[in-house]
């Protein structure tokens, strides 16, 4: 059989040979005990691009986001989401079962908190309540296929936030597809935001690794709770190498896999409307709703991973495809081919 076409996430990308370079020559120091100075490069790099004071290299995205949480709220209080976020769907309840705190997840749009829900759900602390802890948003937004928060969204949120001295957390996994498709640099968007965390093993293509940015303050916070959920390495300026390349060599072509989402979406919705929205599409994530046809999810999925094509099964109606460095035109018309010939049996 062909190579498989594996559309179900970009976290497959492999190192670039630029990156496998950096890895062999990077320096070795113990990023625990003396700081290593590849590991340094890299969360300055991060603070710089996202406008922040300081950076904290940690080893995936989900770190990153219970770190925050930790960080900001010390084990109390209640935590506002929207009800699609990952760090409450796909996070296995770390929020609660780790960090400690509770949470109350919202309405939204495309990703979006409803704001009537979060003006209503914002609660002071009183004798008998903690109150709000800390406000989260998602850009790009994953369950959501992909989209872009608003700038004028964030905006809303902080200030909201703001004025009741709460703090905002932003998991910003794919937050540099997010600055592409809005043509903006990341640091436009992390203004509306305290802390922000991203990772470069996504499209960006590096091994392993995120990076959560906020105040000095914040970081130094964040260190010892990043140590107490075994987050702090050692010799890791060698996985943080890549990152750094990662950052300066990989995110202009982003926009490469937005094109490829928008030709995949553009494909799907020919062969039946019903699929997806192509207009929808601002990143490299296409959702689509399969709930009209005979297959769920899982059906469909094991068909086309037959035919070669990979894809995630979403919920039971949906599949997540996820363009990346290794899809380019011809992976999606043969993904569009193989989906159709499916399509056409049932
Ligand atoms: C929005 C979002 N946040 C966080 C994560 C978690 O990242 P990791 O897999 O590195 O833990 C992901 C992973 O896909 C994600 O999509």
């Known amino acids: 059989m062909n190579k498989i076409i594996d559309l179900r996430t970009d976290t497959v990308t492999q190192p670039t040979a630029a990156m496998l370079a950096a890895m062999q020559t990077a320096t070795q120091g113990d990023d625990s005990r003396d700081g290593d100075a590849t590991v340094i490069k890299l969360e300055a790099l991060a603070a710089t691009m996202t406008g922040k004071a300081a950076g904290l290299y940690m080893p995936s995205g989900t770190m990153t986001n219970l770190v925050a949480v930790l960080a900001h709220t ?14 409450l769907n796909n996070e296995l309840g770390g929020l609660s079962a780790v960090a400690g705190v509770y949470y109350k997840a919202l309405p939204g749009s495309r990703g979006a908190i409803d704001e009537t829900a ?8 009183t004798r008998n309540n903690f109150g709000t802890s800390l406000i989260c948003m998602e850009t790009t937004h994953n369950g959501a296929g992909g989209t872009v928060l608003p700038l004028a969204h964030m905006k809303m949120v902080h200030a909201l936030a703001q004025q009741h001295g709460i703090p905002v957390h932003t998991d910003g996994a794919r937050f540099f597809n997010a600055a592409v498709a809005l043509d903006v640099p990341a640091s436009t968007i992390a203004q509306h935001t305290d802390s922000v965390c991203f990772c470069v093993s996504k499209g960006l293509s590096a091994p392993v690794g995120s990076v959560l940015c906020g105040s000095s303050a914040f970081i130094e916070r964040a260190r010892p709770f990043r140590r107490m959920v075994g987050g702090a390495m050692r010799q890791a300026g060698s996985i943080a190498a890549a990152g750094i390349v ?3 060599t990989m995110i202009d072509r982003l926009k490469d896999d937005h094109a490829t989402a928008r030709r995949l979406a553009a494909g799907l919705h020919a062969i039946d409307p019903r699929l997806c929205d192509p207009a929808g599409i601002q990143t490299n994530i296409v959702r689509i709703d399969i709930s009209f046809t005979v297959r769920n999810a899982a059906q469909w999925s094991a068909a086309l991973a037959q035919a070669g094509i990979a894809v995630s099964p979403g919920d039971s109606r949906s599949l997540r495809f996820v363009t990346h460095r290794h899809i380019g035109n011809n992976e999606i018309d043969q993904a569009l081919t193989a989906f159709s010939t499916q399509f056409k049996t049932i």
Do not use: F, T
């Open 74 to 87: 010390s084990r109390a209080g209640e935590v506002l989401l929207e009800r699609g976020a990952h760090i």
């Open 118 to 125: 979060l003006r209503e759900a914002v609660r002071p602390m």
């Open 246 to 248: 990662a950052l300066e």
